[in-house]
């Protein structure tokens, strides 16, 4: 997770926006708030978002990092939640199986639209230039 949020930091400091590392809270309404494992907010976006208050606007990414304990949450609840309020692109990164996927908001639903695993390289619908080879995203 950290290799994808350093490689998220490294692309806004060079075209702007935000990274946001959990735990943060993502408020939609009373009843849907989540916690993304990792948010970002483009530049034209980032305005939106402080520090000292509460999140309430969708972001542009969300990424949840698969786990056995976690991957019913992540493609279910969270997955839907995230879709219904807007967030344009949802990236599943799963270190057991080391691979990266890009679900991409279409008609209020997510569509895998890239499934990537070493030694392809991973790249965003949404970051216009975001690309990281997924290998650098396991250094084990």
Not at 16 to 27: A, E, F, R
Not at 76 to 87: D, L
Not at 90 to 111: I, K, T, V
Request: charged share 25%.
């Amino acid at each position: 997770m950290f290799e994808l949020a350093h490689h998220l930091r490294q692309y806004a400091a060079q075209a702007g926006g935000l990274t946001l590392i959990s735990p943060i809270d993502i408020v939609f309404d009373e009843f849907n708030v989540l916690q993304p494992d990792i948010a970002f907010f483009q530049a034209s976006r980032r305005h939106y978002v402080s520090l000292d208050k509460v999140t309430r606007v969708p972001p542009d990414i969300v990424v949840e990092v698969i786990s056995p304990s976690t991957v019913r949450n992540d493609l279910g609840r969270k997955k839907a939640t995230f879709a219904r309020f807007g967030v344009p692109e949802y990236w599943l990164l799963d270190p057991r199986a080391e691979r990266m996927e890009r679900h991409s908001l279409a008609n209020g639903a997510y569509e895998r639209t890239l499934s990537v695993a070493p030694p392809e390289s991973f790249r965003s619908g949404v970051l216009d230039g975001f690309e990281c080879a997924v290998l650098s995203l396991f250094p084990w």
